[in-house]
């Protein structure tokens, strides 16, 4: 046999697969957005599947605390681009099929161009405004997502935009028609997650992506699939087809594209200024400044600056008499401290100027170990 047959020999001799699901595997064109814990192992398994294209969407570079559950990398990878060592990494698994890769971030400008280029979108992202963003782009193209998200010891995986049994299409509105308010919904930054957790999930939106594709068995459309890492309980709730949650999805791509999905999130408030890890350093020492951290006390890692402790659980009703000019707030990602941004805010309006540290001190950390 040739090596390509005996690449995929186990797919051919697999009843109800065989040659015929080989050959729409090697037709089909998936992209990928998110290289991280998610993504690590549905890339792994599409690629050695034999899956004709793969793109991968991410702007992040590999940091230490990305190898507990990112298996694609390794401590030497610390501080490279994730899609592009994700793609050469993959290349050498099998060369036989296109993969390539896009270093940016997936946004309303490069979304529907990247999505209608291929069959189908995998959503291994780890934030609202962004699994708002692919849904709705999906869903005016009309191409199928396959959803996965993670916290702590329990994962979640769902198809959208594909027919379920009465044939229905929902989507990820149907799961959440708005999004929850991002400060009361801990990300893995700050609730942590068992780095095998990614692993497992991944792995099964690599499964639904193979089945949409090849049209074996029953996809996870119109439910949403629940496991718990600690007992192995499956939950596998159906999901509302309530068709008032097409009126929150952009009308067309003209305002797809004009939407923020950031603030439309949650995510940004205007009137509190971002502050990168490098500008956060820069302006430390300055005058008329203070620093505040609003994370709990007892939180890791403890800050190496000048600052103080005003946790954001005793900021709500009793906002303390800040004298200096320059507020800059900082908590473990980012959330928190743009919670704590809006407080003082209110208060103070135009009287001091108000920074957030984007990305929380974890992001500060990665900073100073590149």
Not at 37 to 65: E, N
Not at 122 to 140: G, Q
Not at 273 to 296: A, G
């Amino acid at each position: 046999m040739k090596e390509v047959n005996q690449r995929y020999a186990r797919h051919y001799s697999l009843k109800g697969f065989g040659l015929q699901g080989q050959q729409k595997l090697a037709s089909a064109k998936v992209l990928v957005i998110g290289a991280g814990g998610l993504g690590c192992p549905a890339l792994q398994y599409l690629t050695a599947a034999g899956v004709g294209t793969i793109t991968i969407v991410d702007h992040d570079m590999v940091s230490l605390s990305n190898l507990q559950r990112q298996v694609l990398f390794t401590t030497e990878d610390i501080g490279k681009p994730k899609a592009e060592v994700a793609s050469r990494r993959l290349k050498s698994l099998n060369p036989e099929i296109t993969i390539t890769f896009k270093s940016e971030s997936i946004s309303t400008l490069n979304a529907l161009e990247l999505i209608a280029e291929h069959d189908v979108t995998i959503d291994c992202t780890d934030n609202f405004a962004t699994r708002y963003l692919i849904n709705d782009a999906c869903v005016l193209l009309d191409k199928p997502l396959i959803f996965g998200a993670i916290s702590e010891y329990e994962g979640q995986v769902s198809v959208f935009n594909v027919a379920d049994v009465t044939g229905n299409k929902l989507n990820y509105r149907h799961l959440f028609p708005t999004p929850p308010n991002p400060l009361e919904v801990q990300d893995c930054n700050e609730a942590g997650v068992l780095g095998v957790l990614p692993g497992i999930i991944g792995t099964l939106q690599a499964t639904e992506a193979i089945k949409v594709i090849t049209g074996i068995g029953e996809v996870q459309a119109g439910t949403l699939m629940m496991f718990n890492l600690l007992n192995y309980a499956t939950h596998i709730f159906e999901l509302s087809a309530d068709d008032s949650v097409f009126k929150l999805i952009p009308k067309d791509m003209a305002v797809f594209k004009a939407t923020d999905y950031e603030w439309l999130c949650g995510m940004k408030e205007k009137g509190i200024n971002e502050l990168s890890p490098q500008k956060f350093l820069s302006v430390l020492d300055k005058s008329d400044t203070i620093i505040i951290d609003v994370r709990e006390h007892n939180e890791l890692p403890k800050a190496l600056f000048q600052c103080i402790s005003l946790p954001l659980s005793g900021l709500t009703d009793n906002l303390p008499e800040i004298k200096e000019n320059n507020i800059i707030l900082f908590c473990q990602s980012g959330k928190r401290s743009l919670k704590a941004g809006q407080l003082f805010l209110d208060r103070y309006r135009e009287q001091k100027k108000i920074s957030h540290l984007t990305g929380g001190i974890l992001a500060l950390q990665e900073h100073d170990y590149g």
